[in-house]
């Protein structure tokens, strides 16, 4: 773990907004799923949205959609995860992950192989 670089995070109120980046190594050229997991305390990790760097739909996760937009910057080897309208729920550990080819739809922490430390978002009512 922490083979993929993030930033964002921070602390907000309910409502607000928050931008998380995740940059792969400049090492990794071929095209990535990339994509953001989060973890709450005392629950399993969950799939928030991923990526094909390659091009098509991003896939977002029901609780999500709507509200966050992920997309990204191929020349950087970076993705971004734009959050608005942020709830209580939505306060978690997220981390970024990725893996070679295509993003496989509704996403499981198996199926990726690469991942970062994690970055802590807190949204207060």
Known sequence: Q????????????AGGSLRLSCTAPTMVHNYLCMGWFRQAPGKEREGVSSIYTGGGNP???TFVRGRF????????NTVFLEMNSLQPEDTAIYYCAARAGLCPGPMSVYEYHLWGQGTQVTVSS
């Open 59 to 61: 896939f977002y996760a």
């Open 2 to 13: 922490g083979y993929l670089e993030e930033s964002g995070g921070g602390s907000v109120q």
């Open 69 to 76: 937009t992920i997309s990204h910057h191929n020349a950087e």
